[in-house]
């Protein structure tokens, strides 16, 4: 609504639950991301970018029906066109759409690809969950090799170190396949349905279609049911039971530690085989890091060939409050400053300082024509390398005064041939 006449306008905030990343923190996501891109790519993973809105139908197909996700998170909405859309809440669902479309499984037999970028999800928003958040998604396509999965595992946990995250936790579980089950979600089934009254709402209901869910639920409650469920891995088939035992000594050849958690099943249906997860003592409820798991079936039910693919996802923001003190990136500073006082040395400072920047050096400058004195209390703020100061006297004389803001010292330099001057002051810097 508009304000009555003369009354100020009030300012339109960002929607509950999405967040700015200020200057000074973005430097924390640039280090994250760099050190991503790097260990990411010494084991031959590429960048994948895909569209942060797809289909409504591909995330209920992925994730699954009956999955918090597709069931109440996704932001999903009808367009113009009366097409059902969704703003994606993972991220791998949108890459197995790229890999079929574009073939890319016709090339090389293994894809290795990661991505980075904004995920939507409607939960309740606190500290560490958020509406909007960034993940860091690997997904490697086209082995069922369990040293594959060891080498993803080992993987992250080497990007997790790498940004110097403390007092992580990995744990791992096998989730079975198509063959192993089903005939231990029919034990599961009648182990629950004796505990019904104990379930959630939710877990109620899904009991008959998907109670391995139940393994999932926070509810006080469904969880204390599970606490004596019957579990998964001891249903698994020898085929899976194998596949598992390579994965723990794969893992323990890269000396790479963890720990079982047969109770762990994880968020999404496409998992099968081994899953794992990554969680830290320090963020309270929001403890997990990162998840993941192979998923051999999903291509396939996305109307693909039948090729498996292991990935995992780290929550961006999660990570990033994690990081040490001191880890913050330490933001440029200006290696030079030019404060200028009148038209004349505005004009000789506007080509100075956007030649330096030319040259791959931070230049800042003043355009507002306020005093000397608070030009150079700016640059000092700023952090600035060198002050140089152009006021009328320095025009009249062609010359300016240079001020070294470490130690103090100054000196003056020639207004002719100033950039090249100073440029070889800051090459040697
Ligand atoms: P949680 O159990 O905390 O809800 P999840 O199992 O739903 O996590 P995944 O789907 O496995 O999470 O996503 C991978 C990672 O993304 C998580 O480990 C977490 O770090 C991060 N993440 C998930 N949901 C959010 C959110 N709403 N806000 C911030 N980070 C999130
Ligand atoms: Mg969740």
């Known amino acids: 609504s508009h304000p009555a006449p003369g009354e100020p306008m009030e300012i339109i905030t960002a929607v509950r639950g999405f967040k700015d990343i200020l200057p000074g923190e973005t430097e924390r996501w640039q280090f994250v991301e760099e050190t991503a891109r790097k260990i990411f790519s010494d084991f031959g993973f590429k960048e994948i970018r895909v569209p942060v809105l797809e289909k409504t139908e591909l995330f209920r197909r992925s994730i699954g029906e009956t ?50 970028g904004p995920m939507f999800r409607r939960e309740r928003p606190q500290k560490g969950r958020y509406r909007q958040f960034h993940q860091i998604n690997v997904e490697l396509l086209g082995s069922a090799d369990p040293l594959v999965d060891a080498e993803v595992i080992h993987m992250l946990m080497l990007f997790l170190e790498r940004v110097h995250l403390k007092n992580v936790s990995l744990e791992i579980n096998s989730l079975g396949c198509p063959g192993c089950r089903p005939a ?29 869910r139940v393994f999932d639920c926070k509810v006080e409650g469904c969880r204390a049911a599970v606490s004596s469920a019957p579990l998964l891995i001891d249903y698994i088939c020898a085929g899976c039971a194998g596949h598992f035992r390579e994965v723990q000594e794969g893992l323990k050849v890269l000396e790479t530690g963890f720990s079982l958690n047969p109770r762990m ?24 890091v990162a998840g993941g798991g192979r998923y051999d079936r999903l291509v396939k039910d996305l109307g693909g060939p039948e090729v498996p693919g292991i990935g995992f996802a780290a929550g961006v923001e999660r990570l990033i409050s994690l990081l040490p003190e001191g880890m913050e990136g330490v933001s440029r500073s200006p290696d030079l400053y030019v404060a200028a006082l009148g038209p004349e ?43 140089l ?34 440029l070889s002051l800051l090459k040697a810097r």
């Open 67 to 116: 999955t918090d996700i597709v069931e109440k998170e996704m932001y999903t909405f009808e367009d113009r066109g009366g097409e059902s859309l969704t703003l994606r809440p993972e991220a791998t669902a949108s890459v197995m759409r790229a890999f079929l479309e574009h073939s890319l499984h016709g090339g090389d037999s293994v894809s290795k690809l990661f991505t980075f």
């Open 345 to 387: 040395a505005k004009k000789i400072a506007f080509r100075l300082c956007n030649g330096i920047r030319r040259q791959g050096f931070l230049a800042e400058t003043d355009y507002s024509g306020r005093s000397l004195k608070s030009q150079m209390k700016r640059s000092d703020r700023l952090g600035a390398g060198y002050t």
């Open 184 to 212: 231990f979600r029919k034990v599961l089934g009648q182990f629950l349905s004796q505990k019904e009254k104990d379930l959630c709402e939710d877990c109620r209901r899904r009991l008959g279609t998907n109670p391995l």
């Open 389 to 422: 100061l152009i006021g009328e006297n320095e025009i009249r004389e062609g010359k300016a005064l240079l001020r070294n803001m470490k130690d103090g010292s100054q000196g003056s330099i020639g207004l002719e041939g100033a950039e090249a001057q100073l």
């Open 265 to 288: 099943v994880r968020g999404l249906d496409y998992y099968t085989k081994t899953t794992f997860e990554v969680t830290t003592k320090a963020l309270g409820a929001q403890n997990a």
